[in-house]
């Protein structure tokens, strides 16, 4: 593959994401494919601007999930540090041949943020917010050719998320996630163009079953795109 792509990873908390994006690097280093991980902007540590911006989100969070009580500035910083790693790192990486495998991407910067966006603003037009999103998005960063959606409920969810961390484990994470969700469907509802969508129910898979099943829509995707 001479040119390179974009591949994301999307759901919300305890979906599988971070464990499938493992287990694909793993088996692309296997078959010699160059693969990079593009971290979840919650584990973001970039460089220079990138950096600065996500130092920002940090130093003014309200709580958890929302910063500066603007949920409008957010949204466009978070744009802006995805600008800025396009061009420095993943478009290079792109144009040199590697695939770039995103835990999380344009799809949850639009679902997440039309959380804290919707709250604020109760009239606000879903569909025209997020292509307003992925239109100032297109501006200067690279869409995914390829998605995997982690669709599994919320309880779920809330169930892996209690597992994981048991003592920091709050109602307001089940809320978030339940909004998230139904957001997540509304992006999905919105074709994007030049992407193919899979979605997996990781509900009634285990991780392994998860892996085969996207291994199997992967390859016919690649397949396509050496045609």
């Known amino acids: 593959m001479a040119q390179g792509n974009l591949i994301s990873f999307e759901g919300i908390t305890c979906s599988g ?49 929302y910063r500066f009580g603007m949920p409008q500035v957010e949204t466009l910083l ?26 999380r991407d344009i799809d949850t910067v639009c679902a997440l943020q039309l959380v804290s966006l919707k709250k604020q603003n109760s009239s606000l037009n879903i569909d025209k917010t997020i292509e307003l999103i992925r239109g100032i998005n ?42 998230a969700k139904k957001f997540y469907s509304k992006v999905f509802k919105l074709k994007l163009p030049g992407r193919e969508l899979v979605i997996i129910n990781t509900d009634i898979f285990n991780e392994d079953e998860v892996f085969e099943k996207a291994r199997i829509k992967f390859e016919k995707w690649l397949n396509k795109c050496q045609s």
Do not use: W
Not at 27 to 33: A, G, Q, T
């Open 138 to 179: 297109s501006l200067s960063c690279v869409h995914p050719s390829l998605t995997f959606y982690l669709d599994v409920s919320v309880e779920t969810s809330a169930k892996r998320s209690q597992h994981r961390d048991e003592v920091n484990f709050k109602k307001s994470d089940y809320e978030f996630n339940k909004d």
């Open 17 to 65: 994401k971070s464990t499938l994006v493992a287990k694909f690097i793993a088996y692309l280093k296997e078959r010699n494919i160059k693969a990079e991980i593009k971290q979840d902007l919650k584990f973001y540590h970039g460089e220079e601007l990138g950096k600065e911006i996500k130092s920002l989100l940090d130093k003014y969070r309200e709580d958890e999930y």
């Open 78 to 103: 978070i744009l802006t540090k995805r600008a800025f790693e396009s061009h420095t790192r993943l478009m290079p990486e792109i144009n040199n041949g590697t695939l770039i495998l995103a835990d």
